[in-house]
C-alpha cells in the first residue's frame, strides 16, 4: 500500500476511534440518567426464565476466557514468545491494549458504582458499568484477530479466523448477560469501549511498523482518553438498579394494588404497552393457586430446557400432543411471569392450546392471601419456522373461557367483572394483534 493510501486509511481509523468514543460518552450519560434501567431489568429477568443446567455450564467456560486472570497471563505469555521470536513490533499494543483498556475500565467503574444485577451467577467484586470482559474480549482478543488476519497468506483461513473470532467475543459478552453478570448496557458499553481500545492498539503497531504516525501520539491519545473519561464520569451521578418490592399487608387487595399504581398492562422489553391484565386472583398460596387451576383442566407448564426446547420442537413438527410445553416469557411491572398454565384444545395438540400467565405480586392481605394478576390468550396454529405461537387476537373470548372453568371448580367463593382499562387494541411481543374490551375478573378463591 503506497503512503497517500495509507494515510487515508488511518485517517478513517481516527474517525472511527472518535465516532465509538462519542458513542460511548453517550451511552454513558443514558446510564447515569437510568435510560437503560428498565430494559436492563427486563432483559435480565427473561434470561432468567431461560436458564438451564447444560448452557449455564457452556457460558461459565465461556465468561472464564474474558478474565483478567486469564487475559493478563495470556497476555505475558504471548509478549514473551514475541520477543523470544524477535517480533517486537507486535509487543507494544498487546501491552497498551490489554493494559489500557483495563486501566480505562477499572477507573470508570470506580466512578460511576453501578450496582450488579441480583440473579447474578458469578461471584464478583467490582461495580457494573461497563462490563470488564467485554472491553477486554474486543481489545484483546480483536487484536489477535487482527494480527492472523493480516499474516495468514489463504483467504479461506482469513475468513475463518474473522468469524470465529467476532462468535468468541460475541459469546463472552453474551455469557455475562445470561449468567446475570452484567446487564445488557453493560456489555453493549463495554464492546464499544473495547472496540477504542482496539483500534489504539492497531495504531500503534502502524505507528511502529510502517512509521506513518508517531508512536508518542497513540500513547499521548490513551492517556488523554483515561483523562478525559475520569473528568466526564466525575460528573455524572451514580445509575440505580430496580429492586424487588417488600411485601405489603392490606386489608383490600385490589384496593391496595391502585394505590400503588401498579401496572395494568403487561410490557415488551422496551417497556411498551401490551395486553393488559384479564385477572386479579386472590388466593392462600401458590399451592392453591397451582391445585385450582389444575382442577379446572389447567397443567403447570415446564420451564424452559434443553429438554423441553427439543420436545416442543418435536411435537411442534409432528403435531403431537405436549400439554405441559413450556411457554414464552411475558412481562409485568419488569418481572415475567411466575406460573404458566396451558390446556389442550379437542385436537390435542401442541399447535393449538389454551394458556395463561400468572405474576405473583407483593401484595397481602391481612386473612394470609396474596394477590395474583394474569392475562389469558388462546394459540390458534404454529407461525412459521415453528418458531412461535400464533395468537387469537380475540383475546377477551380467552378470558372467558378460563373465568368459566374456574368457576366449575367450585374453589371460587366470589368474584366481579370490573371495567379496567377501558377498550384497546394493540399488538403483542411477537407481533400477533388483539383487541380487547379492557375488562378484567377479580376472583376470591376460597
Not at 470482559?133 to 487482527?146: E, R, W
Not at 483467504?155 to 479466523?161: A, F, G, T
Not at 384497546?424 to 388483539?434: A, E, H, I, L, R
Request: hydrophobic share 45%.
Amino acid at each position: 500500500m503506497d503512503k497517500k493510501n495509507r494515510g487515508k486509511k488511518l485517517f478513517l481509523e481516527f474517525g472511527l476511534f472518535a465516532v465509538l468514543w462519542l458513542i460511548f460518552l453517550f451511552i454513558a450519560k443514558l446510564e447515569s440518567l437510568n435510560y437503560f434501567t428498565g430494559v436492563d431489568t427486563r432483559i435480565e429477568n427473561v434470561f432468567v426464565y431461560f436458564r438451564f443446567a447444560k448452557a449455564v455450564d457452556f457460558f461459565q467456560t465461556i465468561t472464564f476466557f474474558g478474565k483478567l486472570e486469564f487475559i493478563y497471563p495470556l497476555t505475558i505469555i504471548i509478549c514473551l514468545l514475541l520477543w523470544r521470536y524477535k517480533k517486537f513490533k507486535y509487543i507494544p499494543s498487546f501491552i497498551l491494549t490489554a493494559g489500557g483498556a483495563q486501566l480505562c475500565n477499572f477507573i470508570l467503574k470506580s466512578i460511576l458504582q453501578k450496582p450488579r444485577p441480583m440473579f447474578s451467577l458469578v461471584s464478583e467484586t467490582s461495580y457494573s458499568f461497563p462490563s470488564g470482559h467485554a472491553v477486554l474480549a474486543v481489545a484483546f482478543y480483536g487484536l489477535i484477530v487482527y494480527f492472523a488476519y493480516k499474516n495468514l497468506k489463504s483467504r479461506v483461513l482469513k475468513v475463518l479466523v474473522y468469524f470465529a473470532g467476532v462468535i468468541f467475543i460475541f459469546l463472552i459478552g453474551f455469557s455475562r448477560i445470561y449468567l446475570s453478570a452484567h446487564f445488557y448496557s453493560d456489555v453493549l458499553a463495554g464492546w464499544i469501549l473495547g472496540g477504542t481500545w482496539l483500534i489504539l492498539g492497531i495504531l500503534l503497531f502502524k505507528s511502529i511498523a510502517f512509521k506513518t504516525i508517531n508512536k508518542l501520539v497513540v500513547l499521548i491519545l490513551s492517556v488523554f482518553v483515561i483523562i478525559v473519561s475520569s473528568l466526564f464520569f466525575l460528573t455524572l451521578p451514580t445509575p440505580k438498579v430496580i429492586v424487588s418490592f417488600k411485601t405489603v399487608v392490606v386489608k383490600n387487595a385490589l384496593s391496595e394494588f391502585n394505590r400503588e399504581n401498579l401496572p395494568r398492562f403487561t410490557e415488551k422489553l422496551s417497556g411498551a404497552h401490551q395486553q393488559p391484565l384479564s385477572f386479579f386472583i386472590v388466593a392462600k398460596n401458590d399451592n392453591e393457586l397451582i391445585n385450582t387451576f389444575a382442577q379446572a383442566g389447567w397443567v403447570l407448564s415446564e420451564q424452559f430446557s434443553l429438554s423441553t426446547t427439543l420436545k416442543l420442537a418435536e411435537t411442534a413438527v409432528e403435531n403431537k400432543p405436549y400439554p405441559r410445553g413450556p411457554i414464552t416469557p411475558s412481562l409485568w411491572e419488569y418481572q415475567v411471569q411466575s406460573f404458566s398454565f396451558a390446556k389442550p384444545t379437542s385436537e390435542n395438540t401442541i399447535r393449538q392450546r389454551h394458556h395463561c400467565r400468572f405474576w405473583k405480586t407483593n401484595i397481602r392481605t391481612t386473612e394470609g392471601k396474596t394477590l395474583y394478576v394474569g392475562t389469558a390468550t388462546y394459540d390458534s396454529g404454529i407461525k412459521k419456522w415453528l418458531v412461535t405461537h400464533k395468537v387469537d387476537a380475540n383475546i377477551d373470548k380467552e378470558r372467558e373461557f378460563l373465568f368459566k372453568d374456574l368457576l366449575k371448580t367450585g374453589e371460587v367463593e366470589k368474584s366481579e367483572k370490573i371495567n379496567s382499562v377501558g377498550s384497546v387494541k394493540g399488538t403483542n411481543f411477537q407481533g400477533d394483534y388483539f383487541y380487547t374490551d379492557g375488562k378484567a375478573y377479580v376472583i376470591y378463591f376460597k
